[in-house]
């Protein structure tokens, strides 16, 4: 008799057992750690100059001291401005005149970005 309850109860606590829910806690998200240092000067100055020609303009003025790469293509004339900031960073900018293509300064935006690798 008193192997059948311990049989009984042994049973028993097997089968509460089995009916614990047990949940995985996931691994932690691991990120990859990018260090990413500001752009510099000269780097910014060169995608530029390449990002005007890139996009099928002559360049017809650069000057590195005062940051301005002077891009044309018949009527159509686009300077690119590059200029340090105080903090370090590299502030690049790029204006059109007289462009008959609307997409022009996008496209030349997003080949200097593709060149800084962005």
Known sequence: ??????LAAASSAVLAL????????????????TTTTPAS???SFSA?????????????AQDRANGVVVGSSGNTMVTATVRQ????????????KGASDPTLIDRVSRSYDARMGR
């Open 41 to 43: 000067f000269d780097r």
């Open 18 to 33: 089995s009916a614990c829910a047990y949940y995985a806690v996931p691994a932690p998200a691991t990120y990859p750690v």
């Open 1 to 6: 008799m008193m192997t059948r309850t311990l």
């Open 48 to 60: 530029a100059t390449e990002a005007l020609r890139d996009q099928g303009l002559t360049i017809s």
């Open 85 to 96: 900031q105080a903090d370090g960073s590299v502030r690049v900018q790029f204006d059109a």
